[in-house]
């Protein structure tokens, strides 16, 4: 009779230990972690990483304290959209998810979740240059090493003028606003605030500015239905505004544009995001009991 009653009970009993199996591990795989070395020639620059959007349904979705910025992740130039993202963080003082200084030549972020980083960098000088780090998004999953692009500048360069210019697309005159507000950042600090219309050719010049600040344009209003994406070149920003008239495709990899990065394996990294082996143990599992079952009743058929 005992033996009969454990018989009985078994199909139960294994669906529970499959049921708590797969639980665990989805919970591990939830908690699954990777790094980023960077690397760089500067040593004790640093820089500070922040993890800016997810990958949800095989699209990137901005995350955290960038969730609502009116920044469109999809068909983006990379470069671009790094120094978009890079002002709104200086200009709302968003925490980075992680600070670490070049040693060695290099410097490592330990246990990320995976996600869509946006990687800044501290100016850096010598006797004759100052060195400039280009600002970067890389996708982390596993352990991802990036070497980081700099820009030189000659120390003896003191002042700098700096051009604004909005340009729009995808629009109509019917639904553009009338103006936009940009704001000029020193240092992560706002240092002057300017309204750009259709009377000044949507554009604007600060002269005289120290050459040894960091300054970042970012906009701030952004009409509805737009996106803002802000592009630099030397000392010209542009701004552009582009109308959403429909669902963006997914976007290619945030690679190549200002840092060679590859994953722990030297391969490019891939942009999945799905983890497949937990609905493999549980299929498994599922046919391991449809068996269990045909012979449970198969025996209990011939006990009769």
Same mark, same amino acid.
């Given at each position: ?5 454990? =018989? ?187 309204? =750009? ?89 599922? =046919? ?17």
């Amino acid at each position: 009779m005992t033996s009969k009653r454990s =018989l009985k009970r078994l199909p139960g009993l294994l669906f529970a230990l499959a049921f708590c199996v797969s639980l665990l591990m989805t919970s591990v795989s939830a908690v699954n972690t990777g790094s980023l070395t960077l690397s760089y020639g500067q040593d004790g620059a640093e820089f500070n990483i922040y993890r800016v959007a997810v990958l949800s349904n095989g699209a990137y979705e901005l995350t955290g304290a960038f969730a609502e910025y009116p920044v469109d992740l999809s068909a983006a130039d990379w470069t671009d959209t790094a120094v978009t993202l890079e002002a709104y963080a200086q200009l709302d003082s968003i925490a980075p998810d992680g600070t670490g200084s070049i040693s060695g030549g290099n410097v490592t972020f330990a246990g990320l979740e995976e996600g869509l980083y946006l990687v800044v960098g501290e100016d850096t000088t010598s006797d004759e240059y100052r060195f400039i780090p280009a600002s970067f998004l890389v996708y982390v999953e596993g352990d991802v090493t990036s070497v980081v692009k700099y820009e030189e500048i000659p120390i003896e360069i003191t002042t700098v003028s700096l051009e604004v210019e909005k340009v729009w697309s995808g629009d109509t005159k019917a639904v553009r606003p009338s103006s936009v507000t940009v704001q000029l950042l020193q240092d992560g600090e706002i240092y002057d605030t300017q309204k =750009l219309s259709g009377s000044d050719g949507w554009s604007y010049t600060w002269d005289g500015l120290d050459a040894s600040a960091d300054w970042q344009i970012a906009e701030i209003g952004v009409a509805e239905n737009y996106t803002v994406s802000i592009s630099r070149s030397s000392n010209s920003f542009t701004v552009t505004n582009t109308y959403q008239t429909e669902t963006s495709t997914t976007p290619s990899d945030p690679t190549d544009d200002t840092a060679d990065t590859t994953s722990s394996t030297g391969t490019k990294l891939p942009q999945t995001g799905q983890l497949w082996w937990p609905v493999i143990l549980m299929g498994a599992a599922g =046919l391991l009991l449809v068996v269990l079952g045909f012979l449970w009743t198969k025996k209990n058929k011939n006990e009769k």
